[in-house]
């Protein structure tokens, strides 16, 4: 392949329908839908159609990444958040001029520190899952390195026992009640997040959207302590959370309810099973819910800057 026969566009996919549908044949073990693909793109809160790039050799699509910029804790971090080269186009040096080309936008645009996948608020996947190879080789050719792992975990929800009500009736004598979220309840859950979980606002505010709100809390009196939300990522695949209960409110079997409550939902919507993504307490949702861990992701790294002390979330 002459080089200069590649070329490289940048901005939003015309259509997404052959856009996912590309995807979908270069990927081995995922596929995405074009709605699903938009939420991903357009849908990302800092959507940059200067950091989506398409390669084309003779006309042909052959190769496509897409990048996002965040602002986290006040450093500016770049983040692939999908990538794939045709099957047929591999080890033709078109994965490297797509990736040379973004890592360029995003260190124009502030990136100290580059990551594959692992985007908070928005993301398909939270990492690389090392069956895709391929692409870890590809990241160490790149320069860059693993530093830590995630998991996602799978609840089977048929047989589950989601029934919370005699939990519930007993946290009522301790003036701890747990419902449904109304719309009007945002404000108070959007004050909770403000502390601690700011990066969970937009996962939240996209549950919010959904009619009834994918959202249950947790009052203590009449004060917002706790919340559990579902199909505020990846809409309409069975994913889970976030979700979080105030230090005042621990160990009181709260979390279990409203982790209940959302899997009850996704149940009555035909889902038979949830993904649990990206999750810290393995032994939570394993005790709870059943659930095993299903895919493995690992996180990789390049540092551009190197003033930036190793972020680490
Ligand atoms: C990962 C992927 C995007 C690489 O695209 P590509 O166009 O083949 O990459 P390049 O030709 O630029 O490869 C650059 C270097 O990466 C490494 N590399 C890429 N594929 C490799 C493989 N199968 N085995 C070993 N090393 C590999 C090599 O060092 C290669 O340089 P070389 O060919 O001179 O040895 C492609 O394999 C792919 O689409 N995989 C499926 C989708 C996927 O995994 N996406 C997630 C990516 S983060």
Redesign the pocket.
């Known amino acids: 392949m002459g080089p200069e026969k590649m070329f490289i566009l940048t901005g939003w996919p015309k259509d997404y329908n052959i856009v996912a549908a590309s995807l979908n044949q270069?990927?081995k073990f995922d596929n995405i839908s074009p709605g699903l693909l938009h939420e991903k793109l357009e849908g990302d809160p800092m959507a940059d159609p200067e950091l989506c790039f398409s390669a084309f050799y003779e006309g042909e699509l052959v190769?496509l990444l897409f990048a996002v910029r965040r602002d986290i804790r006040e450093q500016a971090l770049g983040y692939?958040k999908l990538?794939?080269?045709h099957r047929g186009?591999?080890?033709?040096?078109?994965?490297?001029a797509l990736y040379q080309q973004a890592e360029k936008a995003l260190a124009a645009k502030g990136a100290g520190v580059i990551r594959?996948y692992d985007v908070p608020l928005n993301y398909f996947m939270p990492g690389?899952d090392p069956r895709?190879t391929?692409?870890l080789?590809?990241?160490w050719?790149m320069g860059f390195l693993q530093f830590g792992e995630a998991v996602n975990m799978v609840s089977d929800l048929i047989p589950l026992d989601l029934d919370t009500s005699s939990e519930e009736k007993n946290l009522e004598k301790q003036r701890i009640t747990i419902r449904r979220a109304d719309p009007e309840d945002k404000p108070a859950l959007l004050e909770l997040l403000s502390a601690d979980w700011q990066l969970w606002i937009h996962e939240v505010e996209m549950a919010f959207r959904d009619d009834p709100p994918s959202v249950h809390i947790a009052f203590t009196g009449n004060i917002l302590r706790a919340f559990s939300v579902h199909n505020g990522n990846n809409k309409g695949t069975g994913w889970f959370g976030p979700m979080g209960t105030h230090t005042a409110l621990r160990g009181k079997g709260v979390g279990s309810i409203l982790l209940k409550r959302c899997l009850e939902d996704m149940r009555q919507q035909g889902h038979q099973r949830a993904i649990i993504p990206w999750v810290a307490p393995i032994a939570f949702y394993a005790h709870h819910v059943n659930a095993r861990i299903d895919r493995v992701f690992w996180r990789m790294e390049k540092v551009l800057k190197t003033n930036i002390t190793k972020w680490s979330q």
């Open positions: 270069w990927w190769g692939v990538m794939g080269v186009w591999r080890r033709k040096g078109i994965g490297t594959l690389i895709y391929p692409a080789c590809f990241a050719k």
